[in-house]
């Protein structure tokens, strides 16, 4: 089983849609998460790290299940800038020192 | 001034060059990484550095050698690739043990011809 696993996507939605990637991971120890986006040919970004109550920013709210081992990110009202692949990614350790990224699932935010 | 920066941008070299990565974090982290992403692969981590100590090698082969002189800097160099290493090797920073989020750099798009 790989350690982060992601929708395979692509999604293609309307403009003012809400979309919801899934993301789980392997190791029940693992301490960190995060949402990152990355646009074609560029660097990842962080979108937002995702906390145990779930956080909420903007359109943007992540939620994560810690006894299924599961995170998720949802976004509303979609516009066409936020077509980019959304990666999951995770501490696996204590130590904070290491980033497990998932094979991401690309969004397409159609006019 | 961005919080990583990467040089060069582009990078097309001979599979009997050899050449070097850099990579510099302005944001006072402790820890540093090389990963590299093929076409359609996930991101793959390669080498971390905790404090300028090696800390991570996940597999690499000796053909990349990763350098930590100081814990602002870090380099990858290259020697006798195979055209399958053409990718885009990106670095990152972050905290380290205190955790928090990594921040990449550019990345460096390397061909191996």
């Known amino acids: 089983r790989k350690e982060v696993e992601q929708d395979p996507g692509p999604f293609n939605v309307p403009e003012g849609a809400t979309v919801a990637f899934n993301c789980t991971y392997s190791?029940?120890?693992?301490?960190?998460f995060f949402w990152y986006r990355q646009d074609c040919r560029k660097e990842p970004k962080l979108l937002m790290s995702?906390?145990?109550s779930g956080n909420e920013d903007g359109r943007f709210t992540a939620q994560l299940n810690r006894a299924s081992q599961y995170i998720s990110l949802l976004i509303r009202d979609s516009k066409l800038s936020d077509s980019a692949t959304y990666l999951c990614?995770?501490?696996?350790?204590?130590?904070?020192?290491?980033?497990?990224f998932g094979p991401g699932t690309r969004l397409s935010v159609l006019p | 001034e961005t919080g990583v920066t990467q040089t060069p941008r582009h990078l097309v070299m001979g599979m009997t060059n050899k050449k070097s990565l850099k990579c510099e974090q302005h944001l006072g982290h402790n820890a540093m990484y090389w990963y590299k992403q093929s076409a359609k692969k996930p991101l793959e981590l390669m080498f971390v550095?905790?404090?300028?100590?090696?800390?991570e090698n996940n597999s690499v082969p000796s053909r990349f050698s990763p350098e930590c002189p100081n814990s602002s800097h870090l380099f990858l160099h290259l020697h006798t690739l195979q055209p399958e290493d053409s990718a885009l090797y990106l670095c990152?920073?972050?905290?380290?043990?205190?955790?928090?989020?990594?921040?990449f750099g550019q990345g460096t798009r390397l061909t191996v011809v």
């Open positions: 990152a920073s972050s905290q380290g043990f205190r955790g928090g989020e990594a921040f």
């Open positions: 990614v995770v501490n696996p350790d204590n130590y904070g020192q290491n980033f497990v």
């Open positions: 550095y905790n404090f300028k100590e090696q800390t």
């Open positions: 995702v906390y145990s």
């Open positions: 190791n029940s120890a693992s301490q960190s």
